[in-house]
């Protein structure tokens, strides 16, 4: 079984965010927190919390793996969120000097 | 569960009755459609007001040999993404010609409220704790309309007119 | 930034004091509801379809704030407006559609009200971008320039946009309903019979204007090419048989599938003759006094529309002609981006968005402003969108086609493909939309290169490729003369290839060739499907005569020949 991570949009302003390790929402897949399934499950009851305290929407689990230290998406979908366009490297997270540091 | 008209919370003067309850002797009830079909000359024996209660799949021209009996017609909006009452309130007034009470029920959201009240809904009934300001407030927010709705019989002279704030 | 003076604009619907009103107390309106959102007083399931109704998506990388530019036509003013909003509040760039839209990616939600407070400023809104209601109202590309117009369709079409804005009962209608009108005769640049109701302005023998009208078409998951349902429509019924149409869908469309939603299924299920019956059963009954078009709001709205004051010159221009003759990069241009104009030495120009390797239908802030400046200088000051994702300048002097050319260049908006086979259309796909099952600007972008000399371009003639990144179909791919489609096959992006799809008045929706490929092999298959085309094509003939003339056999052999 893939490990897995969970992702959101903020509400305020539609970013994407994944859960952290310590429970918060976090802007860089790098920072998120890595369940297995059972744990995934639990996680994901958890932070539904925050989408009844309408901090985030539309909140989901997603397949990872770790390369070089970080979760990083299995899916193709989830890589562009978590980068930003495949057509356009100067917008999304990749864009951000934090991001290319990081990755 | 509270009822809206113009805006503001009013009184509810009518039991809606349930398909195995017995028939009161007295007092306005609302009973469904399927219940009026089947009970038909029941109902009509008495002499109190009578209200039917029009699931979304009955359309107006259900009823309209009926509408005379009827003090209201209670259409359903079984989800507020179902948006066939509002032809069947319309054409209850513009195609029957129906003057009594037509009352929306179901699940219905306050920025629905100004549509309804156009296409010839009197009252609304809205959850408990239902906040009527803002009910009140979504129904004065826009007060122009684009085409003619129920009431405004006159020759279509303009396309923009101010409706009638409630 | 050069002035125009109002006199000498082309027309354009201005709106007036009710107009305004109206979206300015629409804006407030949505300013409360977000408000009442980000407090927790309306829930997402509650908020959601309110902000749809104003355009504001929830997309892959933020919300996508969809923004309506009615039946196509803008002012300078309103492209400047929408380039500073992009700088501003987005990222300075927005994608244009192949419904006349324009989509911004990376708005946020606290912002909106005030974006939308802007686009009121410049007499826009965003109002019924989406939702189950009446859509933005499209239209011809070329109204009041094209030399075979019969009348503007635009004048039907502001009459619909209003007609049809928070109608109160057709608000939440089954899904949602989409309109189009052209007024060309056969010559249909309007995609009218993919639409839920097409309509085509014509005259009569006494002169008199009407529409032939056709329902139920659509595309996505089952496409339709829609039937006709009434061959003549008098001018004063219009808003009656929409209402009667709205009314018979409103009532019995399908609400227990969403796929089964759309008009097209209606019409399919209960067969042309009945739903035609249901229709003209409603309107013979609510053609009254109440729903009559008077010619006089007709001729009010067409006011608007009024021709610029074109100067009167002689039918061609000899400084282009010798323009052409010196330079073969401008002449190219002209051959594929220039057409006739009904003002003698007028031209309207297509700007295409479609350079070699970019991104279908996105425009940057700059190129919007390089635009309406040319659009002052060269076009009364006005803009189209075109269904293709490109951009028109309609009324320009042809004296003036050099120095616009050489404009155009300068900002990289000179590419000389109109209908050409690197006209390509792509949906935003998997790199922006949530729906999507793979990408398809990158497909697009492969294509465009692969087929980027002018000179290939021109040999291969009149061939349209479309792509979708789902089977939704924004994309338009079933009438793609080549059409692609994205797929997912166990979490990979694949592509299913179709021929002979065609969007004009003889619409047909095109044959799914074979098995999905992978990107590469379907680019791959692309240009070997054309090469053969190239081949075994008669002299004049279009790849879809060809098409007809041969079967799919050859094309699909060689798309799949293994090499
Ligand atoms: C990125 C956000 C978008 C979303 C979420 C979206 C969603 C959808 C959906 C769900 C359908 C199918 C509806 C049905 O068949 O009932 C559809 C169809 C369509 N959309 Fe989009 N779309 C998006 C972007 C676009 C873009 C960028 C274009 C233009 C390039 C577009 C134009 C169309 C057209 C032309 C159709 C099919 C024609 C028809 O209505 O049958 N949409 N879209
Ligand atoms: S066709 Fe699919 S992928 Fe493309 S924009 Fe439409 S919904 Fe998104």
């Known amino acids: 079984m893939a490990l897995k991570a969970i992702t959101a949009n903020r509400l305020r302003d539609g970013a994407v965010v994944w859960l952290g390790q310590k429970g918060d929402w976090v802007e860089r897949i790098d920072a998120a927190a890595t369940y297995d399934e059972a744990g995934a499950a639990a996680a994901l009851a958890q932070a539904q919390q925050d989408e009844a305290r309408n901090l985030v929407v539309a909140i989901y689990t997603l397949d990872v793996e770790i390369l070089d230290g970080a979760p990083s998406p299995l899916r193709t979908k989830e890589r562009i969120r978590a980068l930003g366009p495949s057509v356009r490297a100067d917008v999304g997270k990749q864009a951000d000097p934090i991001a290319r540091a990081a990755a | ?166 | 930034m050069t002035y125009v003076h109002p006199r000498n604009h082309a027309g354009i619907y201005h709106y007036d004091e009710l107009d305004r009103q109206f979206v300015r107390e629409r804006v407030e309106q949505f300013r409360f509801q977000v408000e009442r959102r980000l407090k927790g007083e309306l829930s997402e399931d509650e908020f959601k379809p309110l902000r749809l109704m104003n355009g504001l998506y929830l997309q892959l990388h933020a919300y996508m704030l969809r923004i309506a530019i009615p039946y196509g036509t803008l002012a300078s003013h309103q492209l400047r407006g929408l380039s500073e909003i992009a700088r501003r509040y987005d990222k300075g760039y927005g994608h244009f559609t192949t419904r006349q839209n324009l989509q911004l990616n990376w708005i946020k939600l606290e912002d909106t009200p005030d974006i939308l407070g802007k686009l009121a400023e410049i007499d826009m809104h965003a109002i019924q971008t989406s939702g189950n209601c009446v859509r933005n109202v499209t239209t011809d590309q070329f109204a009041g320039a094209a030399p075979d117009e019969v009348v503007d369709p635009r004048v039907y079409a502001e009459i619909l946009r209003q007609w049809t804005t928070i109608h109160p009962e057709f608000t939440f209608l089954p899904r949602k309903f989409k309109i189009a009108i052209s007024a060309s005769g056969e010559a249909d640049r309007a995609a009218v019979r993919v639409h839920d109701i097409g309509l085509v302005v014509k005259k009569n023998a006494e002169g008199e204007t009407g529409f032939e009208v056709y329902v139920g078409g659509g595309l996505g998951r089952t496409p339709f090419i829609a039937p006709k349902t009434r061959g003549w429509l008098p001018e004063e019924d219009l808003i009656a048989y929409i209402e009667a149409v709205l009314r018979v869908y409103n009532q019995a469309g399908r609400r227990d599938n969403a796929f089964k939603a759309r008009i097209k299924i209606l019409v399919h299920e209960t067969k042309l003759d009945k739903f035609i019956a249901l229709v003209e059963d409603e309107f013979a009954r609510i053609r009254g006094p109440k729903f009559r078009l008077d010619s006089a709001i007709v001729e009010a709205i067409r006011s608007h529309f009024a021709p610029p004051p074109f100067e009167e010159l002689p039918p061609a221009s000899d400084l282009a002609v010798r323009r052409r003759a010196d330079d073969a990069a401008f002449d190219a241009w002209v051959r594929t981006n220039v057409r006739d104009h009904k003002a003698p030495g007028h031209a309207s120009v297509t700007i295409s968005l479609k350079p070699a390797g970019g991104v279908p239908g996105d425009i940057s802030s700059e190129q919007m402003d390089a635009v309406a400046d040319l659009a002052d200088r060269h076009s009364f000051g006005e803009i189209r969108v075109t269904h293709e994702q490109n951009l028109v300048l309609a009324h320009v002097k042809q004296d003036d086609l050099y120095a616009l050319w050489q404009a155009l260049s300068a900002v990289g908006l000179a590419t000389a493909n109109a209908g050409l086979i690197g006209d390509i259309i792509a949906c935003p796909g998997l790199d922006y939309c949530s729906l999507a099952n793979a990408r398809s600007i990158p497909i697009a972008q492969a294509l465009s290169e692969r087929f980027a000399d002018p000179a290939k371009q021109a040999e291969i003639g009149d061939l349209k490729i479309k792509i979708s990144g789902c089977i939704n179909a924004c994309g338009h791919h079933h009438v793609g003369a080549i059409g692609i489609l994205g797929v997912d096959k166990k979490g990979e992006e694949f592509y299913q290839i179709t021929v002979g799809g065609n969007a004009e008045l003889d619409a047909s929706i095109g044959d799914i060739l074979g098995p999905a490929l992978t990107a590469d092999e379907a680019v791959d298959a692309v240009e070997r499907i054309v090469d053969r085309y190239l081949e075994r094509r008669q002299p004049g003939e279009r790849f879809l005569a060809t098409l007809a003339r041969l079967g799919q056999a050859p094309f699909k052999e060689t798309a799949y020949a293994a090499d």
Do not use: H
Not at chain 2, 66 to 87: H, I
């Open chain 2, 1 to 166: 569960m509270p009822l809206i008209e113009n805006g503001r919370a009013v009184a509810d003067r009518w039991v809606s009755l349930a398909d195995d309850a017995a028939l009161p002797a007295e007092g306005g009830v609302i009973v469904s459609f399927a219940r009026w079909q089947a009970e038909r000359d029941a109902l009509l024996a008495r002499s109190a007001p009578l209200g039917v209660r029009l699931p979304s799949t009955v359309s107006a021209g259900a009823v309209a040999p009926d509408l005379e009996r009827f003090a209201l017609v209670v259409v359903e909006f079984p989800k507020f993404r179902d948006g066939r009452g509002f032809t069947t309130a319309r054409e209850l007034r513009e195609r029957w010609g129906y003057t009594g009470e037509i009352r929306a029920v179901g699940n219905i959201i306050a920025d629905q409220y100004p549509l309804l009240v156009r296409c010839g809904v009197s009252t609304v009934e809205v959850p408990d704790g239902t906040d009527v300001e803002t009910w009140a407030r979504t129904l004065n927010t826009v007060t122009i309309a684009y085409q003619a709705s129920v009431g405004e019989d006159e020759p279509l002279a303009l396309l923009r007119r101010r409706v009638a704030a409630a």
